[in-house]
C-alpha cells in the first residue's frame, strides 16, 4: 500500500451497450442487451436502462427478455467498434502516464506516480474528473467510472461504489473506513462460493472478515486464497502496475457472427488460427510443448482442452493436427460461437521433429462457468484478448441484430431484425438523428455488411 492516492482504475459503464446505444440513436436512453440472441443465448452487457428490469451479465436472454418491456434492443455483438473504442480510451490513460495495465477490454489500471502530477487528494480528483471529461467526447458519449487509492484492490473498489459515470477517491488512511462496511463480495477474489461459505460464519461483510484469525481463515477457504483474502481485507496490497507481461504463451482467436456448427468450416478456422499461431511462433524464434484449444459455446460457457507434447512445437500444421484432434472430443451441438488455438510453455526455439514421437497424454480440461468464478486474489488476472472479427464478405442471408451494413441507396444503418426471408434495417448512424426503418429481401445484393460507423465524423 503506497502513502499516497496514486493507482488509478478506470471501468467502463456497460460498455458493450454503451457503445451500441452511441451507434444506434434510435436506441438511446431506451434498454438494450447485448449477448447471445437466440433461445439459448446468454446476456454480455445489459444497458443501465435494461438492468432497472432486472437484466444483468451471465443471465439467459431467454429470461432477460421475459424481465424486459417490448421495445428491449437485443443485439449479437460487435467486437471490432468495442476494440476501436477502447483503443482510443486506453490512448487516453497512456497520456497519464507510461504504466497502464489494460486488464480487458473496458478496464484498466493506471500508475499516476509514474507521471508528472499532484498526488494530493485534491489533485488527483481534479486530474480524474478531466481525464471523463475528456474521455466522454473522445469516445462520443461512453462514460466510464474512476476509482483512485493507494492499492489496487482499494482503486476497483473505489471505481465500483459510484457506478455509472463515478468518481472515487479513497484518501490515504481512510482505507478501512471504506472496506469495512462493504459486502464481503466487494473484495476481487471472493466468488458465490466463497461468500457461502463466509456467510455460514456469519461473515458479509469485509469488516466480518477483518475480525477472523488468519487460521480461521484459511481453514474456510485454502491456505493461499485465505492468505490473500486476509490481507485484502486489512488493506494490505502492494501489487504493481504492470504494463508488459512476460509472453507465457501465443494466441489467437476468432469470435463468429452466428454460432458453427459445420465441421468443415470449423476445421478451416483451426488451420487459420494454427497457421497464425505458428507463424507468430516462428517470428519470434520461440516454440512450446503445450497446445490448447479454447471454444465457446452457444451458451457462452468457455471450454479448454490442451495436450502437452514431448518436445516443444512451432509448426502450423502440427499445431493443427493437434487442435483437430482437441475439437474432436468436444460436443458441438448448439454451435460454437468462438475457437481458440493457442501455443504455452515456451522455449527459445524448437526442440526436434515431433512427427515420429508419440504424443502425451491429454492434459485434464478446465471448465469456465459463464458465471463469475472465485479466483486467486494474489495472482493479476491475465489481459482478456480482444476477440477478432469475421471478415467481412459478400452478401449474406443469415442476418444478425445489431450488425452494421450499408446500402448504395439508402446509406449505413443496423439490422433490427430478419426472419422469412426479409431483413428490417434502421438507417441511421452515431451523428445522425434517430432513422427510418426499412424491410428489404435478405438476398438482397444492394444491401452489405459494413465497418462499424465513425462516431467522430458528421
Given amino acids: 500500500m503506497r502513502r499516497e492516492p496514486s493507482i488509478l482504475h478506470l471501468d467502463l459503464d456497460a460498455f458493450f451497450a454503451a457503445v451500441e446505444q452511441r451507434d444506434k440513436p434510435s436506441l438511446r436512453g431506451r434498454p438494450v442487451v447485448v449477448g447471445g440472441t437466440g433461445g439459448r443465448g446468454v446476456v454480455a452487457t445489459a444497458s443501465y436502462e435494461a438492468r432497472a428490469f432486472g437484466a444483468r451479465s451471465a ?61 494530493s487528494v485534491a489533485g488527483v480528483t481534479a486530474l480524474a474528473t478531466d481525464l471523463k471529461a475528456r474521455l466522454a467526447v473522445a469516445t462520443g458519449g461512453v462514460t466510464g467510472s474512476v476509482g483512485i487509492g493507494t492499492s489496487k484492490s482499494l482503486a476497483k473498489i473505489g471505481s465500483e461504489l459510484r457506478k455509472p459515470d463515478g468518481l472515487t477517491v479513497v484518501a490515504p488512511g481512510q482505507e478501512l473506513d471504506v472496506l469495512h462496511p462493504l459486502p464481503v463480495r466487494s473484495l476481487g477474489g471472493v466468488g458465490p462460493a466463497t461468500a457461502e461459505r463466509l456467510a455460514q460464519v456469519s461473515v458479509k461483510t469485509i469488516g466480518d472478515l477483518h475480525r477472523l484469525s488468519l487460521v480461521d481463515l484459511t481453514s474456510l477457504v485454502g491456505q493461499a486464497h485465505g492468505a490473500g483474502l486476509y490481507r485484502l481485507a486489512r488493506a494490505d496490497d502492494d501489487r504493481p502496475v504492470i504494463t508488459d507481461r512476460e509472453a507465457k504463451s501465443v494466441s489467437a482467436e476468432e469470435t463468429f457472427a452466428r454460432d458453427l456448427t459445420d465441421p468443415a468450416r470449423l476445421a478451416a478456422e483451426i488451420d487459420a488460427l494454427a497457421h497464425r499461431v505458428g507463424t507468430r511462433l516462428q517470428r519470434s524464434g520461440t516454440s512450446g510443448r503445450t497446445v490448447t484449444l479454447k471454444v465457446r459455446r452457444y451458451d457462452f460457457s468457455t471450454l479448454t482442452r490442451s495436450q502437452t507434447l514431448p518436445h516443444a512445437v512451432d509448426d502450423p500444421r502440427q499445431i493443427a493436427e493437434i487442435a483437430h484432434r482437441l475439437l474432436a472430443a468436444v460436443d458441438r451441438s448448439g454451435g460454437l460461437r468462438l475457437l481458440g488455438v493457442g501455443v504455452s510453455g515456451l522455449s527459445p526455439y524448437a526442440q526436434g521433429d515431433l512427427l515420429a514421437e508419440a504424443l502425451a497424454p491429454a492434459e485434464d480440461a478446465a471448465v469456465e462457468d459463464a458465471a463469475v468464478e472465485d479466483a486467486a486474489v494474489d495472482e493479476d488476472p491475465e489481459p482478456v484478448p480482444v476477440p477478432a472479427d469475421p471478415a ?22 443496423w439490422v433490427w431484425g430478419s426472419g422469412l426471408n426479409r431483413v428490417t434495417v434502421r438507417f441511421e448512424g452515431p451523428r445522425t438523428a434517430p432513422g427510418p426503418v426499412r424491410t428489404l429481401a435478405a438476398d438482397d445484393p444492394a444491401l452489405q455488411p459494413a465497418d462499424p460507423p465513425d462516431w467522430t465524423t458528421p
Fill in 59 to 119: 443471465m439467459p436472454t431467454a429470461e432477460a427478455r421475459r424481465l424486459c418491456p417490448p421495445g428491449t434492443a437485443f443485439l449479437g455483438g460487435r467486437f471490432a467498434a468495442y476494440r476501436r473504442t477502447s483503443e482510443v480510451v486506453m490512448a487516453l490513460l497512456r497520456e497519464l502516464s507510461p504504466l497502464v495495465e489494460p486488464v480487458s477490454i473496458d478496464e484498466a489500471y493506471v500508475d499516476l506516480a509514474a507521471g508528472d502530477h499532484d498526488l
Fill in 392 to 413: 467481412p464478405g459478400p452478401a449474406v442471408v443469415a442476418w444478425y441484430p445489431g450488425q452494421d451494413v450499408v446500402h448504395p441507396d439508402l446509406g449505413a444503418g
